[in-house]
Each structure stands twice: as C-alpha cells, then as structure tokens.
C-alpha cells in the first residue's frame, strides 16, 4: 500500500517531482522550518529524502517560549541541520541552552532571549559567531553581571549586545572586528561597569549603547583614546540626566555622526547643544516631533531626544537660540511651547506639519516668535484618502497658521510685515483657491506648491 501511494504521489506531482533536487529544496526553504518538518517531509519519501538530503534547510532556527513543542522542535531542527552553519534565535532556559550548548562552535548569529545568565554561551569556543544579542526577558539587568570572554573565545565577532553589566576582559587579545556593543554601566544588585577600557577591547566600535539604572562614577567611564570610526552613540538613562551630562562632557570634541538620548529625567537639551558647540557655533537645525526633538548641527551631526517632549521646553534653548537657522516642529506641539517671546534672530526656515488640530488654543499661548530673517514658511498637512478628512485638515492648517502667522515679530516686536514665501506641500494644491485661504495674500509675497510658483506680488 505504502508502495502504491508513493507511485501515485510522484505521478500528482507532476513537475515538482521532475525538478533537480537543488530548486525543489530551495522551494521547500520558503516555507517555515517547523512547516518543513510537519508537512513537507510527510508528502512523500521522494519530497523527504529531498528535505533531509540538505542540512541548510534546517539552519534557521526561530523558536519562542510559544512554539508548541518547543524542546523536541529545536532538538529535530539541530539533528537535521548536521553540521552546517546555524541562525539562532530563541527563547532561552535551561533545557534549551543544554541543547544549544555543544553546538555553539558552529552558530554565526545567536539571539537569544532568557531569564538565565548569560556565562553558558561562552562554555564552548565560537570560531565563527558574527553576532551574538542577548535580551533579558523581564526587567533589564536585574542581578546580571557579565565577564567576557578573552576576544579569542569569538574571533569574527561583529555585533554584542548584553543585557547587564559586564567586565571586560584583562588578556586574550582585542575584539578587533565588533563594530556594535551594547550593555549597561550601572544596575540594581550588581557591582557597576568599570569601562575605562571599552575601546582598548573593542578598537573597531562603530556604534556604542549605553544603558544606566543608577549614577555612575565618571571614572568608570570609557576614557581611552576613540576609535576614529565611532559614529553612533545611544544612552538610554532610567536614573535621571547627570549620567548624560557626564558621558556628553568627558567626549566633547568626538564628531559622532548620530547621538541617540533616551532619558526619563531632566532637562538635557543644554548639554547635547554643549556638545554640538565643541565642533563650532554655526547654525543648526531643531525639529520638534509629537514626542521626540532632534537637533541637527551645521556639520550634519544629529542629536535625537527620545520621549523628550513632555520633559523639556525651548526655555532649555534659549542660549543657543540666536543661532537657529532652521525649525522643522509638529504643528500642535509647537503651539504649546508658544508661552513666551522667543527671540530667532538668524531663523529662515520654519517647517510646520500636520495632523492640524482642529481645537486650538491660541488665546492660552501668547507668546511670540521673533523672526527678522524668515524667509520661508512651509505647511506641509497630513495625507488623508478620505476627501473630508483632507479638507477639514487643510482647513484646520489655514485656521492654525493664520493665528501662528500674527504672532511672527520683528526684533523690536511688532508684527513680520510679510513672509517673503510661503510653500504648500503637493497635498494642499486642490485647497489653496478656497476661501478660507484668501488671507495669505495680504501675508505673503509669493506662494508656491513645493517649487512651482502660484502667486507672486507685483512691487508698486
């Protein structure tokens, strides 16, 4: 019967059946690893032999604490991937790191996620691990403590990611190809990070996060000469600013690239422009999100404040205000932050988008914009498919920005005479013959969509 049902199998088949063994296992890796060892080997013996034939059909390895089986599931998928070069990434406790253990010598990405320390991964050596992330599962941290590895333990490492403290090691060499690390300085119920060394372990590092729970000394932090490559930094503080401040000071002059902040506490706007002026005092960029603030200086050197925005307010950036070039902001949120008289001396530039709210309370922000030198104003609304959504934000934008407009000054107060340019994005082009529009005419000199002009001012 057995036999019959195989002959009968081949002949459905068809073409499937009549394809080199290669395209047919590489069809079969299209489908999910488990998909494969449920369905695809119990086809037939022929669609079998195939899948077991090829070990990198079995290589990928995605398994959560959700996967039905999960023990005997990583088990077949570790058999049949024999020896070749495996991609982990599971849910990790004890029984599923004493499978993964002996096959650690033959993983070249391991991320895992776990309520176990992290020391067993490093119980065999890993000659070919190009990344390894462990992510703690509950709170971050917690009552984990690290000691790496000499750097011979994974020669071609490229990418760390740990979820705790960590030591570095003393000998073994350096960790010459990581180009990503990622722990955390200071936890609860472990001894804090002592760093100073980071870049002599990892001379390559072109991305660096940092994470805190508690203040850190300043002398345990990296202080050794920077790798030259080292473009991106992350801080992510649950303590308050003074860590920020401090990593910020001891590294001003370094030229990152990208500067990442996440903090819950303080008001850190005046250190990240502290840094951004030990390369110079030209004008920057300042693009106030729903949530977030990214400041952007002349050298292109950006700084992102992550859920910044109920934590701070321009009064941060009053000292540096005189050499704002450009604003970029959220319609709404820069609304809130128009308490007081803002002097912009050098800004030609505001961005407004939307959604544009339409209940706002311009009577409560009375404060001004002082823009001598704005030359553009752009208004770039919220995409909407529905026709009627689309309209009431376009009319919602002309409501917000006529207000905004009144309460654009001249230095010594009184009102902007006129906006040189006011530019609509393509969304507004069917809008801007409404009526409810006809008061940027006597606002405005010239009125473009993007770089298309549509009205200009004759001189009399």
């Not at 990152?256 to 920057?284: C, E, K, Q």
């Not at 960029?285 to 977030?292: E, N, Q, V």
Request: overall charge negative; proline content about 6%; aromatic content about 10%.
């Amino acid at each position: 019967m057995c036999d019959v049902v195989e002959t009968w199998n081949r002949t459905a088949c068809g073409v499937m059946c009549r394809l080199p063994t290669e395209l047919l296992a590489q069809s079969f890796s299209w489908l999910d690893p488990l998909e494969r060892a449920a369905k695809v080997t119990a086809v037939s013996r022929y669609f079998r032999s195939v899948a077991l034939a090829y070990p990198a059909l079995w290589t990928q390895i995605e398994l959560s604490d959700r996967t039905p089986g999960l023990y005997d599931a990583l088990a077949l998928l570790l058999e049949r991937s024999r020896g070749a070069t495996l991609n982990v990434n599971i849910y990790a406790d004890e029984v599923v790191t004493a499978l993964l253990i002996p096959h650690v010598p033959r993983m070249r990405t391991l991320i895992t996620q776990e309520t176990l320390t992290t020391p067993w991964i490093f119980e065999q050596p890993a000659p070919i691990l190009e990344v390894l992330e462990v992510r703690r599962v509950g709170i971050p941290s917690d009552g984990l403590h690290t000691v790496l590895p000499s750097a011979t333990w994974a020669p071609v490492l490229r990418r760390l990611e740990l979820p705790s403290t960590f030591v570095l090691p003393r000998s073994g060499g350096k960790f010459d190809r990581v180009t990503y690390f990622s722990g955390y300085m200071t936890a609860r119920g472990v001894p804090d990070t002592d760093a100073r060394a980071l870049f002599e372990v990892f001379p390559s590092l072109e991305i660096l996060k940092l994470s805190f729970s508690g203040i850190v000394s300043v002398d345990n932090l990296p202080n050794t000469r920077f790798p030259a490559q080292l473009m991106e930094l992350v801080l992510d503080d649950d303590a308050g600013y003074d860590n920020i401040t401090s990593v910020l000071g001891l590294w001003r002059g370094h030229p990152f690239r990208v500067v990442n902040i996440r903090s819950a506490y303080g008001r850190l706007a005046i250190p990240v422009l502290d840094h951004m002026r030990s390369f110079g005092t030209g004008l920057w960029h300042f693009d106030l999100t729903r949530y977030d603030w990214v400041l952007k200086s002349e050298h292109d050197i950006v700084y992102e404040l992550v859920d910044y925005g109920s934590h701070g307010g321009f009064d941060d950036l009053c000292d540096s205000l005189h050499t704002l070039g450009s604003m970029s902001a959220y319609a709404p949120a820069l609304e809130e932050q128009l308490i007081e008289r803002l002097n912009m001396p050098s800004l030609h530039s505001i961005t407004l988008r939307g959604a544009f709210s339409g209940t706002s309370s311009w009577d409560v922000y009375k404060g001004k914009l002082c823009v001598p030198e704005l030359q553009t104003l752009r208004l770039d609304p919220e995409r909407y498919d529905k026709e009627d959504w689309q309209a009431v934000e376009l009319r919602n934008c002309s409501r917000y920005t006529e207000q905004l407009v009144r309460r654009l000054a001249l230095t010594d107060g009184t009102e902007l005479p006129k906006i040189p340019r006011l530019v609509f994005s393509e969304v507004a082009r069917p809008y801007v013959g409404e009526e409810y529009w006809a008061w940027i005419y006597q606002r405005a000199s010239s009125v473009y969509i993007e770089d298309e002009l549509l009205w200009q001012e004759i001189d009399s």
